[in-house]
């Protein structure tokens, strides 16, 4: 039996006391990292991605997403993904620890930048063609400074790193205005919601439990939720742990009821049931994608 590959972010670094950063090229990554590209895998770290040149499909917690020149990819630490791509394909990536970048920032976080502060929020933006040349030149920059000695080189890769995050804010907000959760005064509540779903999904289902944890009431809890990522406070935890069932079928080390009674669910038909009205699918027809 299988379980996911967890990569973290010293496997990649040839001095393990350097500062938790990597930056290469695609076409590099793929010949040094190949035994895990291709299969379904997690990080420890988050990521971000530019491809230039080439085709494919590039999977995230079980979503495919078109690669293509001017795909701009941005992944949480724990998310898991696995890409399918052509034989041509160019572009940039980088990767790093939460503290390499906070540490530089008083009153700035990595994931308060709309891509990385939900998960709810789409990872990636197609950029335009004439904006590709602009981030092209800023991964460029990355790469070459970190294969430098120079002087306050993290100091500059973190400067670079800012301006493609507030760059890629920018248009994130703009062509995903619709989609996106807002950062406004629920913000700091919703981020705190999915931090109890993270940790409490398991043990707890029931959205009033989760609002007595908040201080708040049931009702004011789904209209934060409602107003934030259009879903119910039911949808946000059914959501999680959903993703952790998946996650847990094709690692392939329990089987489904097994699942469930550790997703905390006593009944496997009923667990089924739900699954299937939640996912679209059976449980069989989605691990048959990925056996």
Not at 22 to 36: C, E, P, Q, R
Not at 38 to 67: A, C, M, Q, W
Not at 152 to 176: A, F, G, M, V
Request: glycine share 2%; proline share 3%; net charge positive.
């Amino acid at each position: 039996m299988k379980n996911f590959t967890v990569l973290d972010i010293q496997q990649f670094e040839s001095d393990k006391n350097r500062t938790y950063f990597y930056a290469n090229t695609i076409a590099n990554h793929l010949i040094s990292s190949h035994k895990n590209i291709f299969k379904p895998h997690r990080h420890n770290f988050y990521l971000t991605v530019l491809f230039t040149h080439g085709s494919g499909t590039h999977e995230i917690d079980f979503v495919k997403y078109d690669v293509k020149p001017g795909s701009l990819f941005f992944m949480n630490p724990g998310q898991i993904h696995h890409w399918e791509l052509s034989d041509d394909i160019q572009g940039f990536i980088f990767f790093h620890t939460q503290s390499f970048y906070d540490i530089h920032y008083t009153k700035n976080r990595v994931n308060n930048f709309p891509f990385f502060y939900s998960v709810q929020n789409s990872p990636v933006l197609h950029l335009k063609s004439s904006d590709i040349v602009c981030f092209k030149s800023l991964f460029e920059q990355i790469y070459s400074e970190n294969q430098s000695d120079n002087l306050l080189k993290s100091n500059k890769i973190i400067s670079l790193i800012d301006l493609i995050y507030i760059e890629s804010t920018r248009q994130y907000i703009q062509k995903n205005e619709l989609e996106v959760m807002p950062q406004n005064s629920y913000t700091l509540k919703f981020q705190t919601f999915e931090a109890l779903v993270e940790e409490h999904y398991k043990s707890e289902k029931s959205p009033s439990q989760y609002a007595d944890w908040l201080n708040i009431s049931s009702k004011h809890l789904n209209r934060i939720t409602q107003s934030m990522v259009r879903k119910t406070t039911t949808d946000i935890i059914l959501d999680r742990i959903f993703l952790e069932a998946k996650r847990e079928m094709i690692a392939r080390k329990l089987n489904f009821n097994q699942i469930a009674d550790l997703l905390g669910y006593e009944d496997y038909a009923y667990f089924s049931k739900l699954f299937t009205k939640k996912c679209g699918e059976t449980p069989s027809h989605f691990i048959k994608k990925y056996r």
